[in-house]
């Protein structure tokens, strides 16, 4: 079960130093586990694990379709491999390889795909994956998690280190929002109901979240009633909880970091469109690249702030009323 803990205060405990100490612990208690990273060591806290693994913590240097392949035979040997590079390049540029060496061979991989859309905010466009969720939902039977903070990193990565399949982590690096209680646990594909509503329901992922529940804040004071849901397993995604969230408030926006091309307000929708057709808003990256900035001009930019969100909550509830 998971508790919430939210206040808008960022989480203390740096995302790097959890994961260095989850790295550290499943190599020691796995022999089969690996991991490769593609010269981003330093920048998710695996530098210091190579001193103690070295056979096991390998660095491949900055080609991550090579370092795909490798962990491919990896897989192929028994070998759990876990990688990691910034989330544009270990999709985007390794795409065939995780489709053609990994899924379609039936192999397993655990693809850690850091700082994903705005937060690449200095070094812009050319790191900046906005359609990295629309790549991988287009492999069969993937895997795809937004993580929302640091309880959520640790609860994930521990109950799918063991399984087998493709698995694509969506992780911010830098300062992130608490949301949840140390501790709290999450069930994989299922959605998380975290403030009840009964004119709209707002469904985010990952660094959406926080604004989620502060456009619902905000439109509370206008008396509009808002349900707050964390999407976090983008696939496969949680159907029952969609159509439910449809049924009950009848208009659904959807949030993330992400474009709305291929992204959770697609995979939302197909289930909305199918099952129960309600009322719907999508926020998120529209047809555009990435841009240089800083990480609050771009929410800015991109129309990922609370206000933006409440204010496509108050269009979907206008036309809800207005069919009626």
């Not at 790191?127 to 309880?151: C, K, Q, S, W």
Request: hydrophobic residues 45%; glycine residues 8%.
């Amino acid at each position: 079960m998971f508790q919430l803990d939210y206040n808008g205060a960022m989480e203390q405990t740096p995302v790097t130093e959890l994961f260095s100490k989850f790295l550290s612990q499943s190599l020691r208690d796995d022999p089969d586990m690996v991991y490769l990273d593609a010269d981003l060591m330093a920048a998710i806290g695996a530098l210091d694990v190579r001193a103690d693994y070295p056979d096991r913590v390998i660095n491949c240097g900055i080609q991550e379709s090579n370092m795909i392949g490798a962990a491919a035979g990896l897989s192929l040997l028994g070998f759990k491999p876990f990688v990691h590079s910034f989330a544009a390049f270990v999709t985007r540029r390794a795409f065939d390889q995780i489709f053609l060496s990994i899924a379609y061979a039936d192999k397993s991989i655990h693809i850690i795909g850091s700082e994903p859309g705005v937060r690449q905010d200095f070094n812009g466009g050319t790191h900046m994956t906005f359609e990295d969720v629309g790549l991988m939902r287009t492999i069969p039977n993937a895997y795809i998690f937004d993580i929302t903070d640091n309880a959520m990193l640790l609860s994930v990565l521990n109950q799918t280190k063991d399984k087998k399949g493709v698995f694509y982590y969506r992780l911010p690096l830098a300062e992130i929002v608490r949301v949840y209680a140390d501790g709290s646990d999450f069930e994989l594909g299922r959605g998380n109901i975290l403030r009840e509503g009964t004119d709209a329901s707002i469904i985010a992922c990952g660094l959406l979240v926080p604004a989620a529940l502060e456009a619902a804040k905000l439109l509370e004071k206008d008396g509009v009633s808002v349900r707050v849901v964390d999407m976090f397993t983008i696939k496969p995604v949680d159907e029952a909880l969609v159509v439910e969230c449809a049924k009950t408030t009848g208009a659904i926006v959807t949030a993330e970091n992400a474009s709305v091309y291929g992204g959770l307000g697609e995979a939302v929708a197909q289930v909305v469109t199918e099952k129960c057709p309600v009322f719907m808003r999508h926020v998120g990256i529209r047809d555009e690249f990435g841009e240089v900035g800083p990480e609050s001009y771009l929410y800015e930019r991109f129309g990922l702030t609370a206000e933006n969100l409440a204010q496509n909550v108050r269009d979907a509830v206008a036309a809800k009323k207005g069919a009626k």
